[in-house]
């Protein structure tokens, strides 16, 4: 079965500082795995896609098929950041449905 | 046009209203999603459309009626909500079923 795991609901830093969200899946096939972001009062987007490999406002992510991994990184943290941060796994899903994980709220201080 | 819009923003209704949610893109994409979200949870599949063709998550609850009425369109009728449908109710496009997904602003509903 096809599973998304995010092990921090919420995760503080501050500015300047490297942030890694952290996202691990499940799943026997070939993945695709996309980032969205959730900004306050904003839509549901796209940040990153794993077949791009593109950088995206400083944030990078890397499929690793050995670990089930595909953590986002950035190295310098900016307040703008903040946000709601979504791992979810979509290709052979059925329906063509996308299995988000729970989340990760990212804080960034000044 | 490059966005997915909808209609209302959002929703204040009783249990025994029928209401209908509304969705658009002309992006030509082919496949047309609804998903609910409650709050600080992530989205949830409800239903999916591709190609005028639906797809049910099969623990939806009857109350939630789809149409397609064309590959542009897509509604959500709802009847008998019950308090614990107020959710954020997103609809999202796809150019092809399993493509990135693009997402509406949503419809806050509230079920009194």
């Known amino acids: 079965a096809q599973r998304v795991t995010q092990p921090e609901k919420l995760l503080s830093v501050f500015k300047g500082a490297p942030v890694e969200l952290k996202c691990n899946y499940s799943y026997s096939g070939s993945p695709e795995l996309f980032w969205y972001v959730q900004y306050s009062r904003q839509r549901l987007q796209l940040l990153l896609r794993h077949i791009s490999r593109e950088s995206i406002k400083g944030f990078t992510a890397d499929l690793n098929k050995g670990e089930t991994s595909f953590h986002l990184k950035k190295p310098f943290a900016q307040e703008e950041d903040s946000a709601m941060y979504y791992c979810a796994l979509g290709r052979g899903s059925t329906l063509g449905r996308l299995y988000f994980g729970r989340g990760t709220q990212l804080t960034v201080w000044p | 046009d490059t966005e997915v819009t909808q209609t209302p923003k959002h929703l204040v209704m009783g249990m025994t209203n029928k209401k209908s949610l509304k969705c658009e893109q002309h992006?030509?994409?082919?496949?047309m999603y609804w998903y609910k979200q409650k709050a600080k949870k992530p989205p949830e599949l409800m239903f999916v459309?591709?190609?005028?063709?639906?797809?049910i998550n099969e623990s939806v609850p009857s109350r939630f009626s789809p149409e397609c009425p064309n590959s542009s369109l897509l509604n959500l009728h709802l009847h008998a909500l019950q308090p614990e449908d107020s959710a954020l109710y997103l609809c999202a496009s796809s150019l092809r079923l399993g493509d990135e997904q693009f997402f509406g602003p949503g419809t806050r509903l509230t079920v009194l």
């Open positions: 459309y591709s190609y005028e063709k639906l797809s």
């Open positions: 992006m030509g994409h082919r496949a």
